[in-house]
C-alpha cells in the first residue's frame, strides 16, 4: 500500500469509528427513551447505512490512483447512474443522490424506488461518509467533484406563471371551465415541482384553487372535488408549501369537510394530503386543532384498504404531538384500531399507534375494557415481527403499570403460558425491558400478598 493510500486507511477508519460512536449514543436513547423522536431513529437508520456501505465496498473501493477512471457502482446513485453529488439516505437504508431522489419524490411517489417500501417518514439524511469517499475518490484521479445540484431543471418560467393565473381564473367561471382547470393544474402539480413551487409565491393561488369548494354545488360534481383536493394533496409534498396551506383556517376546512363527505378516493387523497402536511412539526397541533381526528378515525374505520392505510399513516404521524394523543383518544381511535388489529387489518401499523396512545390515561382504560390483553398477549406469541413484539409489551407495560385490576388477568395468562418469561429471555432490548418491568411488578405484588 502506498503512503497516501495508507493515510486515506487510518482517516477512513477515524471516520467510521466517528459513525460508531454517535451511532452508540443514538441507539442508547432509543433503547432507554419510550417516547424519543423519530429523527432520532433515522438518525440511526443512517449511520448504520454509511457503515454497512463502507464494509460492502472495502475491497472493491481500493483507491489506488492506477485505476481505470470507471465510477464504482456504490458511488453511483440508483436513479440517475451517474456519480452522486449530494448522497442521501432514506429511512429504508438506501443512499441516492439528493436530487434524483427529491425529484422521486416531489412526483408524488411515497415508496423507495429500490425496495419499494412505503416512506414514513420521507426525511433524506446526508451520508457524509459517503460523501468524503467520493471525494477523495476524485481527488485521487484528478477529476473535480461535481458540485450539487440545486433545483434540477425546476425553473420556474414566465410562461409557467401566465397559465397558472389563467387556470386559477377559469375557477371562477362556468362548471366546465372549473372542471378543465382542475384537471389540468392535477396533472402539472403532479409532474412539475416548479408548478408546486409557484403557488407559494402568491398568497392567495391555494383559496383561490379552492374557491368552487368555499361556493358550494360540487356534492353532484365528484370528479371537481377529487381534481381539488388531489391537488392540494401535490402541492403539500413541496415543502414551501406545507406552512401555506395548514395555516390558511380557510383551506383547512375545505380539506377537512372533504375528508368527511366526498368519495373515498377524494376522502383518501385528503387524509393524504394531512399525512404530508404533518410531516411538520409546527402542522401537528394546528391540524390537530382542526377537527381531522374524527374523520380520519372514520376512514380508518369504513374505508378499503388504500383508504385506511392513508387515514392510519395520517393519524400516526399526527400523534407524535403530545397535544394530539388525547384529541385522537376522545374521538374513539382505541376502540376502531383495536377492532382493526383483532380482525388482522394493518396490524403493524395499528400497533404502533396503539402503543403511542398508551401513555394516555383514558386509553389505558378504554385498553382495559376492550379486552386488549388476551390480543396483545396472542400477537407476542405467534407474531415473527420483533417490533410488533415491541409494541405489545409496551402496551401492557402501560396498562400493568396504570391500572392494578389486570393484574391478576395478566398473571393468569404468564401462569399459563409463559409470555412475558419468553419475550425477556429471547425479545429485543426494549421488549425485554418492558417484560422484566411487567413481570418484577406482578412479582413484588405477590410478595406483598404473601407477607400481608
Given amino acids: 500500500m502506498t503512503k497516501s493510500g495508507a493515510v486515506l486507511e487510518s482517516d477512513k477508519a477515524a471516520k467510521v469509528m466517528e459513525v460508531k460512536k454517535k451511532l452508540w449514543k443514538l441507539v442508547k436513547t432509543i433503547v432507554d427513551e419510550d417516547d424519543y423522536k423519530i429523527e432520532t431513529a433515522d438518525e440511526a437508520i443512517a449511520a448504520l447505512c454509511t457503515l454497512k456501505f463502507f464494509k460492502d465496498s472495502k475491497e472493491s473501493l ?24 449530494d448522497p442521501v439516505v432514506l429511512s429504508t437504508g438506501q443512499t441516492y443522490d439528493r436530487s434524483f431522489i427529491q425529484r422521486w419524490l416531489d412526483e408524488g411517489n411515497r415508496t423507495c424506488p429500490q425496495t419499494q417500501q412505503v416512506l414514513s417518514p420521507t426525511i433524506l439524511t446526508p451520508n457524509q461518509l459517503v460523501r468524503e469517499m467520493i471525494s477523495q475518490w476524485c481527488k485521487d484521479r ?7 445540484v440545486e433545483n434540477f431543471d425546476w425553473a420556474v418560467t414566465d410562461a409557467d406563471r401566465k397559465n397558472l393565473h389563467s387556470l386559477l381564473d377559469k375557477l371562477s367561471k362556468s362548471i366546465s371551465e372549473q372542471k378543465e382547470a382542475a384537471k389540468e393544474l392535477r396533472s402539472l402539480t403532479k409532474q412539475m415541482t416548479s408548478f408546486r413551487g409557484l403557488f407559494g409565491e402568491y398568497k392567495d393561488a391555494i383559496p383561490q384553487l379552492l374557491k368552487p369548494l368555499s361556493l358550494g354545488g360540487v356534492d353532484t360534481h365528484h370528479d371537481l372535488q377529487e381534481d381539488l383536493i388531489t391537488t392540494v394533496l401535490n402541492l403539500s409534498i413541496h415543502e414551501s408549501n406545507k406552512k401555506l396551506v395548514a395555516e390558511n383556517p380557510v383551506v383547512m376546512r375545505l380539506l377537512i369537510e ?20 404533518a410531516s411538520l412539526e409546527s402542522n401537528k397541533p394546528i391540524i390537530g386543532n382542526s377537527g381531522a381526528f374524527k374523520p380520519l378515525i372514520d376512514l380508518l374505520d369504513e374505508g378499503p384498504p388504500f383508504a385506511m392505510n392513508d387515514a392510519a399513516s395520517a393519524i400516526f404521524n399526527l400523534c407524535f404531538a403530545h397535544e394530539n394523543k388525547a384529541k385522537a383518544v376522545n374521538e374513539g381511535a382505541v376502540k376502531v384500531i383495536l377492532q382493526k388489529i383483532k380482525d388482522h387489518i394493518l396490524v403493524d401499523e395499528l400497533l404502533a399507534i396503539l402503543a403511542m396512545l398508551s401513555c394516555n390515561q383514558k386509553a389505558v382504560e378504554e385498553m382495559g375494557e376492550l379486552r386488549v390483553i388476551p390480543c396483545l398477549l ?4 405467534e407474531s415473527t415481527s420483533e417490533p410488533n413484539k415491541e409494541n405489545c409489551v409496551a402496551i401492557l407495560h402501560a396498562i400493568c403499570f396504570n391500572d392494578r385490576t389486570k393484574w391478576k388477568e395478566i398473571r393468569a395468562e404468564e401462569t399459563a403460558n409463559g409470555t412475558l418469561s419468553k419475550l425477556a429471555q429471547s425479545g429485543t432490548s426494549r421488549a425485554k ?6 413481570l418484577e411488578r406482578l412479582n413484588k405484588a405477590v410478595s406483598m400478598t404473601h407477607t400481608a
Fill in 378 to 381: 396472542s400477537i407476542i406469541r
Fill in 258 to 277: 372533504s375528508l368527511k363527505s366526498g368519495t373515498i378516493q377524494t376522502r383518501s387523497n385528503a387524509a393524504a394530503a394531512l399525512f404530508t402536511l
Fill in 433 to 438: 425491558r418492558k417484560a422484566n418491568g411487567i
Fill in 142 to 148: 484528478r477529476v473535480e467533484l461535481p458540485k450539487p
Fill in 62 to 85: 481500493s483507491f489506488k490512483v492506477d485505476d481505470a477512471l470507471a465510477v464504482p457502482q456504490q458511488f453511483t446513485c440508483p436513479l440517475s447512474k451517474n456519480l452522486m453529488k
